[in-house]
C-alpha cells in the first residue's frame, strides 16, 4: 500500500509564502515516477498544479506559473511545492500524486492513492 503524507500547509496573508512537503513510501522506485501536486479549492473539484517527470522536467497550471516550483528528492522520497507570491484564490487543500509518465502521452495518475493534504489557506 502506497502512503503520501502532505505537510506545510497553514494560514498565510497574501504575498506570503509556504513550502509544501510530500513524504512518500515508494521508496527506491519513486525514481521512475512522475509526482505532482494537486488542489481541491472549497467548493470546486481537485485540479492540477504542478508536476515533475522522473528526468526533472516540470509542467505547471497556468494560474501558478512563475509564483511557484516543484521539486523532488529521490534519496529522501519527497517532493515539495514552493509557494510565493500567493493569492486568496490559492486557498485550497493540497494533495500530492505520482503516476507513469510517457513522452507525448502526459502523466497517467494513480487517482486511486491521495493522502489526507494539507490545507493552505490565503487571508489577511
Known amino acids: 500500500q502506497v502512503r503520501l503524507v502532505e505537510s506545510g500547509g497553514g494560514l498565510v496573508q497574501p504575498g506570503g509564502s509556504l513550502r509544501l512537503s510530500c513524504t512518500t513510501s515508494?521508496?527506491?522506485?519513486?525514481?521512475?515516477?512522475?509526482m505532482g501536486w494537486f488542489r481541491q479549492p472549497p467548493g470546486k473539484q481537485r485540479e492540477f498544479v504542478a508536476s515533475i517527470t522522473n528526468d526533472y522536467t516540470t509542467d505547471y497550471a497556468d494560474s501558478v506559473k512563475g509564483r511557484f516550483t516543484i521539486s523532488r528528492d529521490n534519496a529522501k522520497n519527497t517532493v515539495d511545492l514552493q509557494m510565493n507570491g500567493l493569492r486568496p484564490e490559492d486557498t485550497a487543500v493540497y494533495y500530492c500524486?505520482?503516476?507513469?509518465?510517457?513522452?507525448?502521452?502526459?502523466?497517467?495518475?494513480?487517482?486511486?492513492?491521495w493522502g489526507q493534504g494539507t490545507q493552505v489557506t490565503i487571508s489577511s
Open positions: 515508494l521508496g527506491k522506485i519513486l525514481g521512475i515516477y512522475a
Open positions: 500524486n505520482f503516476g507513469d509518465y510517457r513522452p507525448g502521452g502526459g502523466v497517467n495518475w494513480e487517482t486511486d492513492y
